[in-house]
């Protein structure tokens, strides 16, 4: 196994978690909320996204998919084109509304099309690559790369107990 193998493994399985936290359920279920404060099944998905889009395109030195591919005026949210979510108040999740599990999956898996393109040709050369000096120390792609599969793997999480909850 390569280290792009292992790359394109951990990003496919935040993937299809991402999906099977959405699939089937209508804009009124991704939007509930246990509480006012709590995010929604919908605001992690499309968290989980942006901020994977957000940080491959910065690392890879490209576009978002976000705004390349049209995402940004489908969705319609009341929110900058630059927004990932994060920082985001209760208020402002709670304006991430009217979503379709077909939008999120279709943006999850342009997102994920990219994510693959960049990182299967990944050497483990590649990994110390500086990608971002604002922090002490610098932060490496691979630091990145983590932190990416690391934050996305929890909002899955987050997603699938959501889930859970409608059923119960």
Same mark, same amino acid.
């Given at each position: 196994?390569?280290?792009?193998?292992?790359?394109?493994?951990?990003?496919?399985? @935040?993937?299809?978690?991402?999906?099977?936290?959405? =699939?089937?359920? =209508?804009?009124?279920?991704?939007?509930?909320?246990?509480?006012?404060?709590?995010?929604?099944?919908?605001?992690? *998905?499309?968290?989980?996204?942006?901020?994977?889009?957000?940080? @491959?395109?910065?690392?890879?030195?490209?576009?978002?998919?976000?705004?390349?591919?049209?995402?940004?005026?489908?969705?319609?949210?009341?929110?900058?084109?630059?927004?990932?979510?994060?920082?985001?108040?209760? #208020?402002?999740?709670?304006?991430?509304?009217?979503? =379709?599990?077909?939008?999120?999956?279709?943006?999850?898996?342009?997102?994920?099309?990219?994510?693959? #393109?960049?990182?299967?040709?990944?050497?483990?050369? #590649?990994?110390?690559?500086?990608? #971002?000096?604002?922090?002490?120390?610098?932060?490496?792609?691979?630091?990145?790369?983590?932190? *990416?599969?690391?934050?996305?793997?929890?909002? *899955?999480?987050?997603?699938?107990?959501?889930?859970?909850?409608?059923?119960?």
């Amino acid at each position: 196994m390569t280290l792009g193998d292992l790359l394109v493994d951990a990003f496919t399985r @935040i993937r299809q978690g991402a999906e099977a936290a959405v =699939s089937g359920l =209508s804009a009124e279920q991704l939007a509930q909320r246990p509480t006012p404060s709590a995010n929604s099944i919908g605001w992690l *998905v499309w968290h989980l996204t942006r901020i994977q889009d957000d940080h @491959i395109a910065a690392v890879a030195d490209r576009e978002q998919v976000w705004t390349s591919a049209g995402w940004y005026e489908r969705f319609g949210l009341p929110f900058d084109a630059a927004d990932t979510g994060y920082g985001h108040t209760p #208020d402002e999740v709670a304006g991430v509304r009217g979503l =379709s599990a077909e939008h999120l999956v279709g943006y999850l898996d342009a997102v994920h099309a990219a994510t693959v #393109d960049y990182v299967r040709p990944l050497t483990p050369d #590649d990994l110390g690559r500086i990608v #971002d000096e604002r922090w002490d120390p610098p932060v490496t792609l691979g630091v990145r790369l983590v932190s *990416v599969v690391n934050d996305d793997q929890q909002h *899955v999480g987050q997603a699938a107990f959501l889930r859970g909850l409608l059923s119960s």
